[in-house]
């Protein structure tokens, strides 16, 4: 048996954001490189201003460097065009959004399906594809509710389904338990554990402390520079036979 050095899949070098607010320059982002591996679980911190929304919108390709360049699977997207962008968010990465970002009169069933709708994917294979992932969040028996009618915990677990279906590269969540208790902020983070522990590369943001002790390595950025990157616990590494 032998244990293989996880691929990178994730490499930002020398990556700045300039924004223009009038006759002013907002620089958001001010030369920040980062890599991340498959498999990793990565909390991404900073307070207001430090950059951390820009660099989470860079990793989920929706927004582009002023400069510097960004490699997803070794493929240049800093380069990419808008539809391109497109096709590589819903190919490639599971977006998990502070304010679910569901569509509250359809089903639980059809909210998880749309991306699949979206790729092309057979109405049989989708079936297939959707039940897996409303198992895997343990909401089998919710299927058929709409999403106006589940409790904000479940309505999050039906995002990160949704995020699961397009078997994405790396699921991004953006402060996944902003809008919850802590009771059940602590089970949704227990399920992205049990996602990082099937080997889910996973890039979190948020700016509480207690929610990135679950990452195994936090970066954290001020004034849009990464002042601190530092592993707190081993990462899960690919055995091979």
């Avoid at 819903?90 to 639980?108: A, C, E, H, M």
């Avoid at 902003?178 to 099937?198: A, R």
């Amino acid at each position: 048996m032998s244990v293989q050095t996880p691929e990178v899949i994730l490499d930002i070098k020398d990556v700045t954001r300039t924004y223009v607010m009038g006759d002013q320059e907002v620089n958001a982002l001010r030369g920040v490189s980062l890599s991340i591996k498959k498999g990793e679980y990565v909390a991404i911190m900073g307070p207001s201003g430090s950059g951390k929304s820009t660099l989470m919108n860079t990793i989920g390709c929706l927004d582009i460097p002023s400069t510097g360049t960004y490699s997803l699977e070794n493929e240049l997207v800093s380069e990419k065009s808008e539809d391109e962008l497109a096709d590589i968010r819903n190919k490639k990465i599971g977006f998990v959004f502070q304010t679910f970002n569901l569509v509250p009169r359809i089903s639980v069933f059809q909210n998880i399906e749309l991306p699949l709708i979206y790729k092309g994917i057979s109405k049989g294979k989708r079936k297939e594809i959707v039940q897996q992932a409303i198992d895997a969040v343990g909401l089998g028996e919710r299927a058929g509710h709409k999403s106006n009618e589940l409790s904000g915990g479940q309505r999050q677990r039906v995002a990160i389904a949704r995020a699961l279906v397009c078997d994405p590269s790396i699921i991004l969540a953006d402060e996944p338990t902003g809008n919850l208790d802590s009771s059940t902020g602590e089970e949704i983070m227990t399920l992205l554990n049990t996602l990082h522990q099937k080997g889910n590369t996973i890039v979190l943001v948020t700016h509480e402390d207690e929610i990135a002790e679950h990452a195994s390595r936090v970066v954290r950025l001020r004034d849009g520079l990464i002042e601190s990157d530092t592993v707190t616990k081993p990462a899960i590494a690919a055995v091979s036979a």
